[in-house]
């Protein structure tokens, strides 16, 4: 089945210390997302991609990164992880029209020691 | 900027039992408007979308949706809950290059 792949689904680190989530697809959509979701809060838009250009929200902090080395996958790079970066990060992706329908990943659980 | 409001975060009813989630936005463009769940470990998948046309809308499941422009709502509705309807809904607004969620309603049924 086509779908979005997030690894690793939980993933531990050390404050400060720098890590990246993962994000692969197989619908070959165009335009891939990153969003935060802290408990109980509304998903958070950090970034996305339309192909290889990068739009960055205006609140993400620069501690965010994001890398997208092809069609099939996207990276979310965290410099120095703080307690309050521990979210759920999610992956999604859609067809170029972005009012279509968004594809999401299983998730990614970041905690923070 | 766009917003959208969900309230009764937490929602506890009984199979059989009818459902209203409600949705309210704020938004001054076209609106294209979403409602996702999420069920228990799985990924958040969409449940039924309004970009125009008639403002009642079927999603999957036997949910549906009424769009009502003057009052900016989308409310979510299902007359008769099963157990496997426990999930978390989020109503979803497209504007401004992104789609921004609610908060969220946990919805738990009672078998």
């Known amino acids: 089945d086509a779908m979005v792949i997030q690894n690793p689904r939980y993933q531990v680190t050390q404050f400060g210390k720098p890590v990246t989530l993962s994000c692969s697809q197989t619908l070959n959509h165009n335009v891939m997302y990153w969003y935060q979701q802290k408990s109980s809060q509304a998903p958070k838009l950090l970034f996305h991609?339309?192909?290889?250009?990068?739009?960055n929200e205006a609140d993400t902090p620069d501690n965010f990164q994001s890398r997208r080395p092809n069609t099939s996958f996207c990276f979310l790079d965290i410099r120095s992880p703080g307690l309050g970066d521990a979210a759920m990060y999610l992956c999604?992706?859609?067809?170029?029209?972005?009012?279509?329908?968004?594809?999401f990943g299983p998730g990614t659980r970041l905690t923070v020691l | 900027a766009q917003s959208v409001s969900q309230h009764n975060h937490h929602v506890i009813l009984s199979e059989a039992a009818s459902l209203e989630l409600g949705c309210n936005y704020s938004?001054?463009?076209?609106?294209?408007l979403f409602w996702y769940v999420q069920y228990p470990g799985q990924h958040l998948q969409l449940l039924l979308k309004?970009?125009?046309?008639?403002?009642l809308v079927k999603g999957i499941k036997g949910f549906e949706a009424e769009f009502i422009k003057s009052k900016f709502s989308f409310n979510l509705r299902k007359p008769s809950v099963q157990w496997s309807d426990t999930a978390e809904y989020f109503c979803a607004l497209y504007g401004n290059n992104r789609l921004a969620f609610g908060k969220g309603n946990q919805v738990v049924v009672i078998p």
């Open positions: 999604a992706t859609s067809r170029p029209s972005g009012a279509d329908t968004q594809y």
């Open positions: 938004y001054g463009g076209t609106v294209n």
């Open positions: 991609y339309y192909d290889k250009d990068f739009n």
């Open positions: 309004y970009f125009s046309g008639d403002p």
